[in-house]
């Protein structure tokens, strides 16, 4: 139990600073491969999300210093801006990973800042690169876990810190560096806000903005610009600010340097919010288990938690018929309509034409979401929630399933080769052809990434 005077800040600095590959466990380091790998993918597929290309166009007139790399585009930028676009992209579609414990997105801005400052160096080795990424995302988690009371915790929030220990890791800052590293990435926290406009877009530079910052708060803790205090505890500090409740430092201390929280987190396997992923999963479990017809079924029935329910009865016309690509997100039924039909969901059935799909959207008709209260929020320690599903047959057969843990999550893993095959998947809706050759190579270098020279050598196989 950490001690009230103790220094929080102080002490996760000092951690940060002295911690190497070598002191990292192996299932750490195979987690964190994993996340680079499915975040590169995320990143690859969202270059052709709406928004993207005046993105681009934008942060191109704001420097002329070429250090990192767009990916697909090619596009050399400074180095924040780089990480702005990538992690845009990365957050489009809304396939990056994720803790179902907060359902936070663990690294689509750590990754982003991370290989934006690795290629700007340019000598920074695989294992300098793990070990950043690693303890980046580490600490993002930590925090969404010390949230008080349990709930969503956002990237916009979190996102400049972990984006910023990964950069200020890579850029070799010894403690004090670290320290006003934290310091400087936690004063450039937000709150989501409210939506304005077209909110597909306010969302995914929701993970932009966070990496961009974490670049530029290293970078200036690089340059020595010194703060003081700590900013975990006392008055007006980190938790108080964005949650109005202190955080529980026991949580965000305990096991340091002996426990990994990132292997809580998993990629997300299906392109919508993750409170959808549960009944996905178990319509799918059912698909599989009983090869059955989706045409004779008369009714499927989702029971869901109060929080999932309100999100439903929102705009309940928009989850049967989703206008746009901000509204399938939260189109339950027409989400599982389409794992119904087509045995499996991909980015290609959440685009502007597939989203107008008649026969899906007829099918969807036939689906209805229950309030259960058993499966309450207080009822279970994690944001994601379990739901049931039970599909009426015409026949009068009932099938059942309840999914406490959707496929992604640590609970229910990917096998390796899912998750590449998946890598695959997300990079073949590239807005530029990459060809099979370079996907291949990157698969391969990831996997032997602690034998990696040059780790930014990545960036150049996606372009």
């Not at 930028?77 to 957050?91: E, W």
């Not at 090869?291 to 439903?312: A, H, N």
Request: contains cysteine; hydrophobic residues 40%.
């Amino acid at each position: 139990m950490f001690v009230k005077q103790e220094n929080i800040t102080q002490t996760i600095a000092d951690y940060l600073a002295r911690t190497r590959f070598e002191d990292l466990p192996r299932e750490a380091v195979e987690s964190t491969k994993t996340h680079i790998l499915h975040t590169l993918g995320t990143i690859v597929a969202g270059s052709r999300a709406p928004g993207i290309q005046k993105v681009l166009n934008c942060v191109n007139d704001w420097g002329v210093k070429e250090e990192s790399t767009v990916l697909v585009y090619g596009n050399k930028l400074p180095a924040a801006s780089a990480a702005l676009v990538n992690a845009t992209m990365g957050h489009s579609y809304h396939v990056d990973m994720k803790d179902d414990r907060r359902s936070y997105p663990t690294a689509v801005s750590a990754i982003p800042a991370a290989l934006a400052v690795a290629e700007k160096l340019g000598t920074v080795s695989g294992k300098e690169l793990i070990t950043a990424v690693c303890l980046g995302i580490e600490m993002g988690i930590r925090v969404s876990l010390s949230i008080k009371p349990l709930q969503q915790a956002f990237v916009q929030s979190l996102g400049p810190l972990a984006a910023a220990t990964s950069c200020g890791k890579l850029l070799k800052l010894d403690a004090n560096g670290m320290y006003n590293t934290v310091v400087i990435a936690c004063r450039r926290a937000a709150v989501p806000g409210i939506t304005l406009g077209e909110a597909a877009l306010n969302e995914t530079v929701g993970a932009g903005f966070p990496s961009q910052s974490g670049v530029q708060s290293a970078l200036l803790a690089a340059q020595g610009f010194p703060l003081t205090g700590d900013f975990f505890q006392g008055l007006r500090n980190f938790f108080q600010g964005l949650y109005k409740e202190d955080g529980d430092l026991d949580v965000l201390l305990s096991d340091l340097g002996r426990r990994y929280e990132i292997l809580g987190s998993g990629p997300k396997p299906y392109p919508c919010h993750r409170g959808n992923h549960p009944g996905i999963t178990a319509v799918l479990n059912i698909l599989q288990k009983t090869k059955l017809d989706p045409e004779q079924i008369s009714e499927v029935t989702i029971y869901v938690e109060k929080r999932r329910m309100g999100t439903f009865e929102k705009n309940k016309q928009n989850r049967y018929r989703p206008p746009d690509l901000a509204e399938v997100q939260h189109a339950y039924p027409f989400l599982v309509a389409v794992a119904l039909l087509k045995g499996k969901i991909t980015l290609a059935d959440v685009t502007e034409d597939a989203i107008r799909d008649e026969r899906v959207l007829k099918f969807a008709e036939r689906i209805k979401l229950v309030y259960d209260p058993k499966l309450e929020l207080d009822q279970w320690p994690m944001v994601v929630k379990p739901h049931v599903v039970e599909v009426h047959m015409r026949d009068g057969r009932l099938y059942s399933e309840r999914v406490e843990y959707p496929k992604g999550d640590p609970e229910n893993p990917f096998t390796p080769d899912e998750e590449e095959m998946y890598f695959r998947d997300l990079t073949g809706f590239s807005a530029k052809p990459l060809g099979t050759e370079k996907i291949e190579k990157v698969i391969s270098l990831i996997a032997t990434m602690e034998d990696v020279q040059d780790a930014a050598s990545v960036c150049r196989l996606l372009t």
